[in-house]
């Protein structure tokens, strides 16, 4: 179908502003800018489609614009910031099957079809397939749906087998025309069951990679889908998400030392199946201590975990950082890439506090710091300034690059209880000599330190 | 469309979308994951038009159900994003 001229260029400018905003959503200062020009270049789109001369059913298509935009509007204006990640992935999930539905409605019309538009057309449904359930299961582990990681015998073997299958029927498809609707059927069937056998099995800590990955998934789908309909505008736009979400899964995956293959096919050990067993004891300090050292400090850096975000203590600790700041102690916050739920996601909940973000530093800027750091505050944070990541080989987590939190004067350690981190894993700095840990909840506890520190004056 | 064509496409937009995402802040790498889930939400103009030449009960269930869950992915990653974004801000002065 060719499109008439004005529907075209519209299509074009909604490209061009996709791609200015993505470019300014790449730095803190445009960043908001970034997004609310892309979203002008989705509404030009989707303006410009109504237009198309000839266009049916468009009574239906406006009821289902308004069912599915409206519900997610208003869901992704309640939704916490803690929540952040399961919304991304379960928005994530429906661009995936809205990608596979495209292709199941192309597949159904049986138009006669280039062998590269059914390829394209192939490839893209299963992708967006698997994106679609994957994402769904995603959601499901991190809402807390679903609490177990569910592990099938030979659950690799299973994995390999279903892709196969997969293939197999696509490649079908593609040999004998997709008219045959058993054949469509089976091969939407076994992709969509590929998504969730392959994601069940996945662990929570590893969920913000296999989210960043199915993101990389959609976008391709869409950009694929984009070829079967002629429209350049879903291409770029797909391509480009597509690329972008492969690099942010590796820089991810990277983080973590674990390679995507590991995250999809071999689980984390359990806790007691590896790391040498430590020594020493655990010592405790009260809040008016903790107050008192930081007080008089002159640098203290703050490591945020996800433990804190939990509490909800963010706005407590800011509260604690800016009176640090009036006496004249320098504040910062360290974040691990991983800290939360998702790359970046820590600096989300700091920023819902109020805390600017040139105070908060990456990995790499501030890890030489700790060194001249009086006082070393770790908030529900664990794995990520574990020294053994450094040392103990046999650990589960040895390789993954931490926080030098264990080379500041003091460390404290403001945590529930004693049990270990997300891993499991036994935590070494928690037993040096330098550390002290205060029990209890972050949030009432950074509240005790704030009145202690406001008697002090 | 013409597939050689479409080759360069895809290079240069792959090659575009690696581009502006080597640089970008640890910091900003949640907003950029949900802001480029906002872009693909785009899939909307594309089951727009499988729904607008629909012509069977069957394909036009698809395609409702295609464009609604577009619509969603678009909405839904466009607000979170925003809301996401217009927490950062400098330290006042």
Redesign the interface.
């Known amino acids: 179908?060719t499109m008439p001229i004005y529907v075209q260029g519209a299509?074009f400018a909604?490209a061009l502003l996709?791609?200015f905003?993505?470019?300014g959503?790449?730095?803190?200062?445009s960043?908001?800018r970034?997004?609310?020009i892309?979203?002008y270049g989705?509404l030009v789109?989707?303006a410009a489609?109504?237009l198309?001369p000839?266009?049916?059913?468009?009574g239906?298509?406006a009821?289902?614009?308004?069912?599915?935009?409206?519900?997610?509007?208003i869901?992704?204006?309640k939704?916490k910031?803690t929540d952040?990640?399961q919304?991304?992935a379960?928005?994530?999930g429906?661009?995936g099957?809205?990608?596979a539905?495209?292709a199941?409605?192309?597949f159904?019309?049986g138009d006669a079809h280039?062998v590269?538009t059914t390829v394209l057309a192939v490839v893209g449904a299963l992708i967006g397939a698997v994106s679609f359930t994957g994402s769904c299961v995603a959601w499901a582990k991190l809402q807390g749906v679903l609490k177990k990681a569910y592990r099938l015998p030979a659950q690799n073997a299973v994995n390999v087998v279903l892709a196969l299958l997969s293939v197999a029927l696509g490649v079908a498809m593609i040999i004998m025309g997709p008219s045959r609707p058993e054949l469509v059927l089976a091969f939407f069937f076994v992709a969509l069951f590929l998504g969730l056998i392959v994601t069940l099995p996945i662990g929570g800590a590893d969920m913000p990679v296999v989210?960043?990955l199915f993101?990389a998934f959609?976008?391709l789908a869409?950009?694929f889908?984009?070829?079967v309909?002629?429209?350049?505008?879903?291409?770029?736009?797909?391509?480009?998400?597509?690329?972008?979400?492969?690099?942010?899964t590796q820089?991810?995956a990277k983080a973590m030392n674990r390679p995507i293959s590991n995250i999809l096919f071999t689980p984390m050990l359990a806790s007691s199946e590896g790391g040498a067993a430590i020594e020493g004891t655990m010592k405790e300090l009260g809040a008016l201590d903790a107050a008192a050292m930081m007080r008089y400090a002159s640098k203290v850096i703050i490591v945020p975990g996800y433990g804190m975000a939990v509490a909800h203590a963010q706005h407590k600790v800011w509260e604690m950082t800016s009176i640090l700041e009036e006496a004249g102690v320098e504040v910062k916050f360290a974040?691990h890439?991983v800290a939360?739920r998702?790359?970046?996601?820590m600096?989300?909940l700091l920023?819902?506090a109020g805390v600017?973000?040139?105070?908060?530093f990456?990995l790499e800027e501030i890890n030489g710091e700790f060194a001249q750091a009086d006082v070393a505050l770790i908030i529900g944070a664990n794995d990520v300034v574990n020294p053994t990541a450094r040392t103990d080989k046999s650990s589960p987590i040895y390789g993954m690059p931490i926080l030098n939190a264990d080379q500041a004067q003091n460390v404290i350690v403001i945590k529930r209880g004693k049990g270990t981190g997300y891993s499991g894993v036994e935590n070494a700095l928690f037993y040096t000599d330098n550390c002290r840990m205060l029990y209890g909840n972050a949030q009432p506890m950074a509240g005790e330190i704030i009145q202690h520190l406001k008697a002090m004056g | 469309m013409d597939g050689m064509l479409a080759l360069y496409i895809f290079m240069l937009a792959a090659f575009t979308g690696y581009e502006i995402i080597a640089k970008v802040p640890v910091i900003l790498h949640t907003p950029l994951m949900s802001g480029s889930n906002f872009i693909h939400g785009v899939v909307v103009v594309g089951a727009m038009i499988v729904l607008g030449q629909a012509d069977t009960p069957v394909q036009q269930a698809i395609g409702f159900f295609a464009v609604a869950l577009g619509a969603a992915n678009a909405a839904g990653g466009y607000v979170v994003t925003e809301r996401m974004l217009a927490m950062f801000k400098k330290k006042e002065d």
Do not use: C
């Open positions: 179908m299509w909604g996709f791609i905003g993505l470019k959503m790449s730095s803190p200062a960043a908001r970034g997004i609310i892309a979203g989705m789109a989707i489609t109504f198309i000839g266009l049916q059913n468009i239906l298509m009821l289902a614009l308004v069912i599915g935009g409206a519900s997610a509007w869901s992704g204006q939704v910031m952040m990640p919304m991304v379960i928005y994530n429906m661009g099957g809205a990608a539905a495209i199941a409605v192309e159904a019309r280039a590269m989210i960043s993101n959609t976008g869409v950009g889908e984009g070829y309909l002629g429209n350049p505008a879903l291409i770029i736009a797909g391509i480009v998400v597509g690329a972008a979400g492969t690099l942010l820089l991810m974040i890439p939360g998702m790359p970046g996601h600096n989300v920023a819902e600017p973000y040139d105070k908060i990456d």
